[in-house]
């Protein structure tokens, strides 16, 4: 995490008297490790890591069990991704439960990831540039209830959003389902059918089977076309 700011300066509770309590939500362990290393120093920084998941099953059974004030999350999870974690966590919580609220922090910068999960219901979107004091920020932030996102990321809500020219979705992606679009996302990126395999937790037979699915519905004959079509997009 370098130096990417959402503006959170301030958000933080340099008097330590306030903590908020966090789940972290992402499929590289040492991605946790760093953020945990980075943001839950809780004398220093005020947030306590209570829970980790790597995927959408321990996301939320984690979440669920500990209800956290704020789950970072990442968009890209083995089992369903981001969006899935946030649709099942909530037909699992009450609203009588205390809130708990979602920031996605992701590599991916694309416009229809950002969307997915604000639409999903996260409360913001970061990537992960973000320094770890920002990260704070923006963690006390969105415990607040306030929307954070990086600068430039708040473009793409306010066109999903605000426009009325713009079609609220890709009518082309729409038609595939989550699976789907995340075996098309791996495979556009070069991934080979044993690597999305093991990324997903399938087996080889169902990547080809989503594979077909995803040529057939985009009217697309080979993965060179798909990739082509997924990155003409900024899926990958």
Not at 31 to 57: H, K, L, N, S, Y
Not at 159 to 175: C, G, N
Not at 185 to 191: D, P, Q
């Amino acid at each position: 995490m370098t130096d990417e700011t959402p503006g959170t300066a301030g958000a933080t509770d340099p008097g330590g008297s306030r903590q908020v309590r966090v789940v972290l939500v992402d499929d590289h362990r040492m991605f946790r490790a760093g953020v945990q290393a980075e943001i839950g120093r809780t004398d220093e920084t005020g947030v306590d890591v209570v829970g980790e998941a790597g995927d959408v099953e321990q996301a939320v059974s984690v979440i669920t069990a500990t209800r956290p004030d704020v789950v970072l999350l990442d968009v890209h999870l083995p089992g369903g991704g981001g969006v899935e974690v946030l649709r099942r966590s909530a037909s699992m919580m009450g609203a009588a439960d205390s809130p708990v609220r979602f920031l996605a922090l992701s590599v991916s910068d694309a416009a229809e990831d950002v969307i997915g999960v604000i639409r999903g219901g996260a409360r913001g979107y970061v990537t992960k540039t973000i320094t770890g004091a920002d990260l704070v920020g923006a963690i006390f932030r969105v415990s607040d209830g306030d929307a954070v996102f990086s600068p430039r990321l708040a473009g793409f809500v306010l066109d999903a959003f605000a426009s009325t020219d713009a079609p609220p979705v890709d009518e082309d992606l729409d038609r595939l389902t989550q699976r789907e679009r995340e075996v098309l996302r791996l495979i556009a990126r070069g991934y080979a059918y044993k690597e999305v395999a093991k990324q997903l937790f399938i087996s080889v037979k169902t990547v080809e089977s989503h594979v077909s699915a995803v040529l057939r519905k985009l009217q697309l004959s080979n993965r060179h076309e798909l990739t082509r079509w997924a990155a003409a997009r900024r899926l990958v």
